[in-house]
């Protein structure tokens, strides 16, 4: 076996291993994990849970022998299923939570039947370290331009946009699967904050820092999930570009962009009625009527007016001031193509 040491985030992106592989329970593995990461427990969640009550109840002994029982089945298993169609070229790269017993074990064993095995020294811990030291500690060194403007003025769009130019993207949203909102659920579960934190780190050893990067601006929390110490310092700092459109664009985008509330009207009432605190009852009334007739271009207008850009225009009074303003005319596709074209060219 060939042990692996991670002294960086660029290490993971200069592996050879023909796969990763997460021996560790399905829970763990779903909190967080290694980018590209398969999941071949050696021991699921109950039968983790037995050795831990087995250790502390009545030996470690005991429980090393049961779990030695549980690591072979289990094993065994893999190898006559996920496994069975690998070559004697195969070169997987295993690791468990701290690099120990059960990484150890599978890892033998694999060896032990032709494969080239490499092992993770240190098991995720010592991943989940260079993610803390990378976001938590130590100041990153890519230069960020943000994309800014009130809600609905498409600034997601223009990011694909960007992409499609070549321009380099760091897409929060993407990651923290969600837009940002009150309204900005998706459908999907948000991943967890150590999970959104290792895809940001990912995405970030992946993009040159000398070149720009251009980013959505957010607050600091996107629905759950916090932006990391270190990312969040260097967007307060960025350069910004204001993104502005008239009120009649941004509604009929909005009418698309969410369209998936119109199709569900009792999630959007009780999204709705989460504004209560903020807006009279009448106000709420209102909206909840214009709903209720499929008056969606009024009701995405009255929110951005009377909701969306009140609380905008308070957050940016402190903000450094934009480094150019673009009004856009519209915000249909080849408009955002063209702008996010000249932003590219001005910008790198």
């Not at 909005?254 to 569900?264: E, K, M």
């Amino acid at each position: 076996m060939t042990p692996i040491i991670l002294t960086s985030m660029a290490d993971m992106h200069n592996l050879t291993a023909d796969a990763i592989i997460d021996v560790r329970s399905p829970a763990e593995y779903a909190e967080d994990h290694l980018p590209g990461a398969i999941n071949l427990p050696v021991l699921n969640d109950i039968e983790r849970a037995e050795v831990g009550a087995t250790y502390k109840q009545v030996s470690p002994f005991a429980a090393r022998k049961i779990g030695g029982a549980l690591v072979a089945r289990n094993t065994a298993t893999h190898l006559q299923g996920a496994l069975a169609g690998k070559d004697g070229a195969w070169q997987p790269l295993i690791y468990c939570w701290r690099g120990g017993q059960r990484s150890s074990a599978f890892a033998t064993i694999l060896d032990q039947v032709g494969w080239r095995v490499k092992l993770l020294q240190g098991g995720y811990q010592s991943y989940r370290r260079e993610i803390v030291r990378t976001l938590y500690e130590t100041p990153l060194p890519h230069r960020l331009v943000l994309i800014s403007g009130s809600t609905g003025t498409a600034k997601t769009a223009l990011l694909h946009q960007l992409v499609a130019k070549g321009a380099q993207v760091l897409d929060i949203e993407e990651i923290a699967a969600h837009r940002g909102s009150l309204f900005g659920g998706i459908g999907i579960a948000q991943p967890s904050q150590k999970m959104f934190e290792t895809s940001i780190a990912s995405r970030l050893a992946t993009l040159d820092p000398n070149k720009i990067t251009f980013v959505e601006a957010e607050s600091s929390k996107v629905g759950e999930r916090l932006i990391p110490p270190s990312l969040w310092a260097l967007m307060t700092n960025a350069a910004r570009i204001q993104i502005t459109a008239s009120l009649e664009a941004r509604s009929s985008f909005l009418c698309q962009a969410y369209s998936n509330l119109t199709q569900d009207k009792r999630a959007l009432n009780d999204l709705l009625n989460k504004l209560r605190p903020y807006h009279s009852g009448e106000r709420i009334d209102q909206w909840h009527a214009q709903a209720q007739i499929n008056d969606w271009q009024t009701l995405a207008a009255g929110l951005i007016k009377d909701h969306y850009d009140p609380r905008y225009a308070k957050s940016t009074e402190v903000k450094n001031k934009p480094v150019c303003r673009v009004e856009l005319p519209d915000l249909d596709d080849s408009t955002l193509a063209l702008t996010a074209e000249k932003l590219h060219a001005q910008f790198n």
